[in-house]
């Protein structure tokens, strides 16, 4: 079975902070994915991978980056943390069309 | 540019009642579909997919989900559901093709199931 882990499952920061999300797959999947999910706007792309060290902007990168030095790891980093932040993050990842997710990180910025 | 709705936010249904969630999409050419689930606090879990063939697709769960073209549907059904089926219900469109790899996603549909 195809597993993606997300290193936290709640979390808690204070506005300015930076903050590390981190996603690991492992099935050699060549795309990954981090999405955020609010109540009725369901998930919205933020940033996504096609290879190491490749990435593309989603629908709302604004706040956020991302790294992705090895293949099952991809990294997203929120510069300054700031409440309109708080959100569920789901990483995904996938080999073709076909996305698994991770279980989720729930973010709570302070 | 693709696009879905799913236009119930909310479904409440009996235990053991019939149940269908709508899902409309829009895409220039066939799309692939995709039913996902996610239960209270829980990432998302494939239900279903279509890629092409049968338009009606068997899922896990006794789920099922049936493409129409005409309508631009691909409407998910449970003849009869358990309480465990609450959770909330996600429909998505992807592109065929080399590189298109990015889903769209609905709004999602919340259902309650009562005893």
């Known amino acids: 079975d195809v597993k993606v882990t997300q290193s936290s499952r709640y979390l808690v920061k204070r506005t300015g902070e930076k903050v590390f999300l981190e996603c690991v797959q492992d099935m050699d999947h060549e795309n990954m994915f981090w999405y955020r999910q609010d109540p009725g706007l369901g998930l919205r792309l933020i940033y996504f991978?096609?290879?190491?060290?490749?990435?593309e902007k989603g629908d709302i990168p604004e706040g956020y980056s991302v790294s992705r030095e090895k293949k099952e790891r991809f990294s997203l980093i929120l510069e300054s943390a700031s409440t309109n932040q708080t959100s569920m993050y789901l990483c995904?990842?996938?080999?073709?069309?076909?996305?698994?997710f991770g279980p989720g990180t729930r973010l709570t910025v302070t | 540019a693709q696009s879905v709705t799913q236009p119930d936010i909310h479904i409440t249904v009996s235990e053991g009642a019939s149940l269908e969630l709508r899902c409309n999409y829009s895409y220039g050419a066939t799309p692939y579909l995709f039913w996902y689930v996610q239960s209270p606090g829980q990432g998302l879990q494939l239900l279903l997919k279509y890629f092409s063939g049968d338009t009606l697709v068997q899922g896990i769960k006794g789920f099922e989900a049936e493409f129409k073209r005409s309508q631009s549907s691909f409407n998910l059904r449970k003849p009869s559901v358990h309480w465990s089926d609450a959770a909330e219900y996600f429909c998505?469109?992807?592109?065929?093709?080399?590189?298109?790899?990015?889903?769209?996603f609905g709004t999602g549909t919340r259902l309650t199931i009562i005893p």
């Open positions: 998505a469109v992807g592109a065929q093709g080399f590189g298109n790899e990015k889903l769209t």
């Open positions: 995904a990842s996938s080999w073709g069309t076909e996305q698994y």
């Open positions: 991978s096609y290879d190491v060290k490749m990435k």
